[in-house]
C-alpha cells in the first residue's frame, strides 16, 4: 500500500537554528498534508499542498511541494522552543477510501 | 463550535477485561477515523467510517478489536479481552470526507492494560 518515509526520525537543535523535514513517496501524490503534534497531546492540522512546485509559508514555516509531486519538506527558520513536538506529514492512502497515511513523523527537540 | 471529543481520557483495566472507548466528531463531519498511537511512535491506523458505514477496516490488528458508528455521529471502538500489546493512546478524528480535506483530532483517550 501507499508509504511517505519521512527523515530524520528525530533531531535536536539549538533554539534560533534552523530544521527541516522530508517527506518522501514512490507514487505521484494529489495532495498532502503536515501535522504537528506537541508533546502529549494530539496531531493538529498545519497545511495542505496541493499544486506541484507550491510553496507556503506560515510565519516561519516554508511548506514546499516537489515538482513531481512525490516529496515534500517543511522548514522551521529560527527555531524556538515553541516549535517542540513532532511533525507529520500524510498523503492519501492508495487504498481508494477517504483515508490518509501518515508518515511516522519527525521529533523535533529545541533547546534553549 | 466544540471540537472532537473523546472518553475517557484515561483508562486502566485488567488484562482480559473489555473497554469501550467513545469519540464525539465535530458535527457535520461524515468521515470519522480511528487510530492508535503508541508511546514514542507515528500513528496506525485502525479504522474508517463514513456516515455508518465502515469502507475500510483494514488497519483493525486483532479481532478482538471493532468500532460501530451511530447516525452518522458518536462512534465506540471496543476492544475484547485486553491485552498489554493494546496499551496505547487511541486517538479519533474527523473531516468533511476526502482525502482533500484536514483531518480533526480529539485529546485521545490513554488506554493502559495491567
Known amino acids: 500500500g501507499q508509504q511517505v518515509m519521512q527523515i530524520p526520525q528525530y533531531q535536536h537543535v539549538q533554539e534560533g537554528e534552523d530544521f527541516t523535514t522530508y517527506c518522501n513517496s514512490s507514487t505521484t501524490l494529489s495532495n498532502i498534508q503536515w501535522y504537528k503534534q506537541r508533546p502529549g497531546g494530539h496531531p493538529v492540522f498545519l497545511i495542505q499542498?496541493?499544486?506541484?512546485?507550491e510553496v507556503k509559508k506560515q510565519k516561519r514555516l516554508t511548506f514546499q511541494f516537489g515538482e513531481a509531486k512525490k516529496n515534500s519538506s517543511l522548514h522551521i527558520t529560527a527555531t524556538q522552543t515553541t516549535d517542540v513536538g513532532t511533525y507529520f506529514c500524510?498523503?492519501?492512502?492508495?487504498?481508494?477510501?477517504?483515508?490518509?497515511?501518515f508518515g511516522k513523523g519527525t521529533m523535533l527537540l529545541v533547546s534553549p | 463550535g466544540a471540537g472532537v471529543s473523546q472518553s475517557p481520557s484515561n483508562k486502566v483495566t485488567e488484562k482480559g477485561k473489555d473497554v469501550e472507548l467513545r469519540c464525539d466528531p465535530i458535527?457535520?463531519?461524515?468521515?470519522l477515523y480511528w487510530y492508535r498511537q503508541s508511546l514514542g511512535q507515528g500513528l496506525e491506523f485502525l479504522i474508517y467510517f463514513q456516515g455508518n458505514s465502515a469502507p475500510d477496516k483494514s488497519g483493525l490488528p486483532s479481532d478482538r478489536l471493532s468500532a460501530g458508528r451511530t447516525a452518522g455521529s458518536v462512534s465506540t471502538l471496543t476492544i475484547q479481552r485486553t491485552q498489554q500489546e493494546d496499551s496505547a493512546v487511541y486517538l479519533c478524528a474527523s473531516s468533511l470526507g476526502g482525502t482533500a480535506n484536514e483531518q480533526y483530532f480529539g485529546p485521545g483517550t490513554r488506554l493502559t492494560v495491567t
Open positions: 458535527s457535520g463531519h461524515t468521515a
Open positions: 499542498l496541493v499544486k506541484s512546485g
Open positions: 500524510a498523503a492519501p492512502s492508495s487504498g481508494g477510501y477517504s483515508t490518509l497515511t
